[in-house]
């Protein structure tokens, strides 16, 4: 068995894969700017070795966790009490464990997409958003766009996930499963990925009477100047394209809140981590 107790961290990033994460990169900029005590490393974990291995962790002296892909899903169904957004999701990329008796969920994604999508102003009220997959990422950003009033329309490779979703989704706002043909006379004007890394685009067909000049392109993911989506966006002349590194560094804020009380500044993260 796997043991914690010795290794000198408190908090980790649980995930498969994980070699591309900045997570850590990312947390000890925040201890070294507050001068908390917050050693934070990655730890990859076999597919069907989550709960065992996160329960054992948390055994040992540590005070959280985050969790990335794919184990969102698995996060929710792990956690002993969830805040409301975690429990309006479903997906939980945030633990915490509390007075040593039980582990809090919660989910940062969707306040960290949000808080990126307003830095770059490629949100506003009321617009028609495409977003492509529907997994744990995105299940833990719609609320967050749904109480903007915009109008969400899912792209997925299994339609039974996307249905679900909508399905989950329905009662906080205007969600409809992407369907091309009824959609003649809709112009989007955010597309926002969540989608695994590295998928060929061009298997994607989506019409580009869909997209304008003015439509924001997203990408939640990140570590790469050219992501597989961003290349997409480029070849369709898109001006407005940023990667997911601004989320990345929001969301992380917010577990970090959860886990101290302080909420990080963040700008110069995200310029450093842009110029890299
Ligand atoms: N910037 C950030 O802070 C941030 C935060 C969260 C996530 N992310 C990134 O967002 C991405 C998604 O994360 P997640 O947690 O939602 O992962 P996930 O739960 O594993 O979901 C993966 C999604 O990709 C689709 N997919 C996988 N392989 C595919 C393929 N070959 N062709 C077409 N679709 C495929 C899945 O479709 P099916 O339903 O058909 O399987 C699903 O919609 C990850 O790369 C992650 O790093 C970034």
Redesign the pocket.
């Known amino acids: 068995m796997r043991k914690y107790q010795n290794e000198n961290f408190n908090y980790a990033l649980f995930g498969n894969p994980i070699n591309?994460s900045k997570s850590p990169e990312i947390h000890n900029l925040f201890a070294k700017q507050t001068g908390i005590l917050h050693f934070y490393k990655a730890i990859n974990i076999p597919l069907d070795q989550f709960s065992l291995l996160v329960s054992n962790f948390f055994k040992s002296n540590v005070k959280g966790a985050n969790i990335?892909?794919?184990f969102?899903?698995e996060a929710y169904f792990f956690c002993d009490k969830l805040s409301k957004r975690a429990q309006i999701a479903k997906?939980v990329?945030t633990l915490k464990k509390v007075n040593n008796r039980y582990i809090l969920g919660d989910n940062t994604?969707g306040i960290?997409?949000l808080s990126d999508l307003t830095r770059l102003k490629f949100i506003k009220k009321n617009f028609s958003i495409l977003i492509?997959?529907?997994?744990?990422?995105?299940?833990?950003i719609l609320l967050s766009i749904l109480s903007l009033g915009c109008s969400v329309y899912i792209l997925?490779?299994?339609d039974l996930?996307?249905i679900n979703l909508v399905n989950q989704f329905r009662k906080y706002g205007n969600i409809k499963i992407f369907k091309k043909d009824s959609l003649k006379n809709t112009c989007f004007d955010l597309v926002i990925?969540?989608?695994?890394?590295n998928?060929r685009y061009k298997?994607?067909f989506i019409p580009s009477y869909l997209f304008s000049s003015k439509t924001f392109f997203y990408d939640?993911?990140?570590g790469s100047k050219s992501t597989s989506f961003i290349n997409w966006c480029k070849n369709m002349n898109s001006k407005y394209v940023s990667?997911?590194?601004g989320?990345?560094v929001?969301?992380?804020a917010h577990s970090f809140l959860k886990w101290h009380g302080i909420l990080p500044k963040i700008d110069y993260i995200i310029d450093l981590l842009n110029k890299k």
């Open positions: 591309h990335t892909s794919p969102k899903q997906s990329n994604d960290g997409l492509l997959g529907a997994g744990g990422a995105v299940q833990g997925n490779r299994t996930n996307a990925n969540g989608l695994s890394r998928i298997n994607i939640m993911n990140y990667d997911g590194t989320m990345l929001f969301q992380a």
